[in-house]
């Protein structure tokens, strides 16, 4: 396997763990539209410069806004001080819209849990990324 083709692999394995165990995002209905709101909430980090549109993309219902950023908050992508509504995004989230951007969610079809479902050694990119 090409030095390429196995960072891609390795990206997407990350990315599959990211969105199956740390958002636990189950695959069935339409995991496309998960994909594509968590990566859209991100890339308007810090909310509180974008408190609108981050409304619009959640909806108007108060619960599903206030779920939605804590799940972002508890997954280490964002972090917040005192509302959840001012989150901004943490350097895990940064490496992960990253990723977002370069591949699609259809991209993690082949894709595994990394390092054989352990946990990151200390030399992993995405694991020194998410620190």
């Not at 993309?57 to 619960?63: A, F, K, M, S, W």
């Amino acid at each position: 396997m090409s030095d390429l083709a196995e960072k891609v692999e390795e990206d997407l394995s990350h990315l599959y763990q990211l969105f199956c165990a740390d958002l636990d995002m189950c695959a069935c209905g339409n995991p496309e539209d998960g994909y594509a709101l968590v990566r859209d909430l991100l890339a308007l980090a810090p909310f509180y410069d974008h408190p609108a549109e981050v409304r619009d993309l959640i909806g108007g219902h108060d619960g599903a806004y206030h779920l939605v950023l804590s799940l972002l908050d508890h997954a280490g992508l964002t972090e917040h001080g005192s509302s959840i509504g001012g989150s901004w995004i943490t350097k895990k989230g940064t490496h992960y819209l990253d990723l977002m951007r370069r591949y699609e969610y259809e991209d993690m079809d082949q894709a595994g849990y990394p390092h054989d479902g352990k946990g990151c050694p200390d030399d992993c990119p995405h694991a020194v990324a998410s620190r």
